[in-house]
């Protein structure tokens, strides 16, 4: 099993577990620190970083060339904007699937997890699968999902209280993939130069650069 596989499986059973924890079923119809969901939707759209790679490996292998990490992310359009149909149907998702509940939620990315622990170990290196209408190698798909449980993991611990701080539990591995795949997408949408200056002269930062998602 790939690197990327086996940091994704690691990150992926950490969410599983702050899914399934008590605190997060008490606050399900509370306010999150990511509004306007709700506790119960982010957690929801946490799970789906776990649900989606099956649901997409049980697809059709896309045809064109693959793309990596990176550009998908810098080639999303909408990220910054609440209302865009890109965010509009991020939250329209997250709500229908809170409406099933939190221990069904959790059972679900559980029984999501552990197929993937099997899975992951026979899919070869080279197959690919779509994702947002998009062609990517599974390792390359895996990589958008360790940025989704790392960010999502970290918002619900700042939601949830009693939750503690889950993010400092999240593999360094985990969290190294997430920061070079938004920095990689950075450069995809705004540029090395931008980038650049984002990083060591914030002053010069009239895009935004680094603010990715």
Known sequence: MSGVRATYLAAAGLAVGVLGRPEVAAAWHEPSAVPPLT??????????SVLQVGWYLDGPPPEGDPIGA???YGDLEGTAEPDSALN???????????????????ALAAEAL????????????????????RPLLLDEYLRTRLVE???????????VPGLGDPTAQVPWAALDEAI???????VVRHGRVAVLRALSRRELDVVDALRVL
């Open 70 to 72: 990176d550009a998908y």
């Open 88 to 106: 509009v149907g991020v939250r329209a998702r997250a709500d229908e699937a809170a409406a099933t509940g939190a221990a069904g939620v959790a």
């Open 114 to 133: 552990a197929a993937l622990r099997v899975r992951l170990d026979v899919e070869p290196p080279d197959r690919r699968l779509e994702a947002l209408g």
């Open 39 to 48: 506790v119960g939707a982010l957690a929801a759209h946490l799970a789906r």
């Open 149 to 159: 449980v790392c960010v999502h993991v970290d918002d619900l611990g700042r939601s």
């Open 180 to 186: 070079q795949v938004l920095v990689g997408a950075a």
